[in-house]
């Protein structure tokens, strides 16, 4: 098992930039494919990025490519999501999330068994 939380949401105008930070504790976090979720009011939960093990692939959403950066370091336990140019609609909760299933990256919120328990951003026009 292993406990994810997460940091570094808050209030930013649009064109701003966070780093947000999901440091985990349990088992080994090489394990865990890793991924970054977000939901918006009224809205599904889905996929922003994710990244392999070893942090040497990556996946991003058609919308957050050259704007999002996911990175990992698996001596520190932690997964960062650093978002430039950000938009007013990229306004979410964002949870960190792992899977320790599979060695492929999932889009799918179904596919990750272990939670952090969110962040608010918000994106001011």
Known sequence: QVQLVESGGGLVQAGGSLRLSCLASGRTFSSYTMGWF???????????????????????????????????????GTVTLQM????????????CAADGSTLRIEIRVDRYDYWGQGTQVTVSS
């Open 38 to 76: 977000r939901q918006a009011p009224g809205k599904e939960r889905e996929i922003v990025a994710g990244i392999s093990r070893t942090g040497r692939t990556t996946y991003y959403a058609d919308s957050m490519k050259g704007r999002f950066t996911i990175s990992r370091d698996n001596a520190k």
């Open 84 to 95: 430039n140019s950000l938009k007013p609609e990229d306004t979410a909760v964002y949870y």
